[in-house]
């Protein structure tokens, strides 16, 4: 498991045989069952995790509504920065869809990483940025596309998951009820 975090981790900056041995040492495994919560609403997020298995599911409640933002499935990070970086309570909820195996780093942890591996916050720095430029995507697209150009984007962003989420997370994650998604799932077929 931790062979796939050091791949991930040396695709974007080199650490040697020492630095390998300290990450290992960091990060830690964590299962969740599906259902389980990686973070509650008014929680502090705590860790940072980084998915071997399964896949979580990002939301929000409004009003009683469950609103999905986005989704987490193998090789991606798991975190709320919002809440992590500032260690304040969450008002996003992170919670399993599947079984999930995760290897997960603390505050603290991350603040070693940091400043013992000698590119580690070049490091944190590119993963933030993705995550920073993949929530404004997300953003614009809710605002300026149409739901069917929203499901388009969401096939190519996690063809895999198709399968493996229920319908309803999807319509949601595409702003429209799960009726609606029917019939744009259906004039998507019909035009391949």
Request: charged share 30%; net charge neutral; hydrophobic share 35%.
């Amino acid at each position: 498991m931790m062979d796939i975090l050091l791949q991930t981790i040396e695709k974007a900056v080199n650490v040697d045989q020492d630095e390998k041995e300290l990450i290992a040492r960091l990060f830690h495994e964590k299962k969740y069952a599906k259902g389980d919560y990686f973070l509650k609403e008014s929680d502090v997020c705590r860790n940072v995790g980084f998915m071997i298995s399964g896949v979580m599911r990002y939301y929000i409640n409004d009003d009683g509504e469950e609103k999905t933002y986005g989704f987490a499935k193998e090789s991606d990070f798991v975190c709320n920065n919002e809440s992590f970086l500032p260690q304040q309570p969450s008002r996003q909820i992170i919670q399993a869809l599947e079984d999930c195996t995760l290897l997960v780093i603390g505050y603290s942890d991350l603040q070693k990483f940091y400043t013992s591996i000698k590119s580690g916050e070049r490091f944190g720095r590119l993963v933030i940025e993705q995550v920073f430029v993949k929530t404004l995507q997300g953003l614009n697209s809710f605002y300026t596309d149409s739901p069917d150009l929203r499901y388009e984007k969401f096939l190519k962003e996690y063809p895999d998951l198709l399968q493996r989420i229920p319908q309803y997370y999807i319509a949601s994650y595409v702003g429209v009820k799960p009726q609606s998604l029917s019939r744009i799932r259906s004039r998507n077929t019909r035009r391949e």
